[in-house]
């Protein structure tokens, strides 16, 4: 992995789960940003969407299927960690450094369970990984290159310094990007993290709509909900949704598992 570069000033901005109900405010770190950057125009129509799939099983009753956690800031949904771990049901959970800083009980727990969980790099800041000033679903983008590789290198620079391995995966902010930030992330040697299901649409969604959503995963799926925001109902659903799958026999895999069978993908807006 190559050195880390400076992280742009103007690039700090919320994820679009975390905008809506978690704290803005965070203590310093020596590669964060310390201001948000002003609105630019909305570029989602010049990004894409990665998909990803895990190879299929062969049984629909029983699927294989990839539970994939966004961990972006705020704090830790116990109601979805405890169906994990009394389920022993493995998952790829991707964190930022905001939320390793804010949550060292969760990841205490996380790391005493390495079987079940497998921690990839979710950004410094959770900010887009978009090369080029402007917004998407609102939400300030990193700006430039510098900052997009700044976001990259620095969340896995605070994943070492926690203790975790070095990710060898990674998930942006909105989970959209421009071509060439693919290729830069790649470069540095990571894949990128793409999903066919979107479980909780960043937290949004009722209960009943997640877990119908994760219950009827197909064979194959990779599923992307979010584990940082207990105060929402849409990780009751998450938790409900898994259980679902569980009882039916479905497979779990985890990202580190894929021994390149895996369908990767673009979705264009």
């Known amino acids: 992995m190559s050195s880390p570069l400076r992280l742009s000033r103007r690039a700090f901005c919320a994820c679009l789960a975390c905008a809506l109900a978690a704290p803005r405010a965070l203590a310093a770190m020596p590669e964060a940003a310390s201001a948000v950057p002003s609105a630019g125009p909305e570029v989602l129509k010049e990004t894409v969407e990665p998909r990803l799939t895990v190879a299929k099983g062969g049984n629909r009753a029983a699927p294989h299927v990839a539970l994939t956690l ?127 299901l979107n479980a909780d649409q960043g937290a949004t969604l009722p209960a009943a709509a997640v877990a119908k959503r994760i219950a009827a995963a197909r064979d194959g799926d990779v599923i992307i909900a979010h584990v940082n925001h207990p105060e929402r109902y849409s990780g009751e659903g998450v938790a409900r949704g898994i259980e679902a799958l569980k009882a039916k026999g479905a497979v779990f895999v985890r990202l580190d598992t894929l021994d390149g069978k895996e369908i990767a993908g673009v979705a264009q807006q």
């Not at 969340?155 to 995966?169: F, H, N, S």
Request: hydrophobic share 45%; aromatic share 8%; glycine share 10%.
């Open 70 to 196: 966004d961990a972006c800031s705020g704090h830790v949904d116990m109601r979805i960690l405890s169906v994990l771990i009394e389920g022993e049901i493995p998952a790829t959970i991707f964190v930022t450094a905001r939320w390793l800083r804010r949550n060292a009980e969760a990841l205490a727990l996380l790391k005493g369970r390495p079987d079940l969980f497998e921690l990839e790099n979710h950004g410094l800041n959770h900010v887009p990984a978009i090369d080029r000033p402007g917004t998407v679903y609102g939400i300030a983008t990193a700006g430039s290159m510098e900052a997009v590789v700044g976001e990259v290198e620095n969340g896995a620079k605070w994943m070492v310094k926690d203790g975790l391995d070095a990710p060898r995966w990674f998930r942006g902010a909105t989970a959209r990007y421009t071509p060439a930030a693919i290729a830069a992330i790649e470069a540095m040697g990571y894949r990128i993290a793409g999903y066919s």
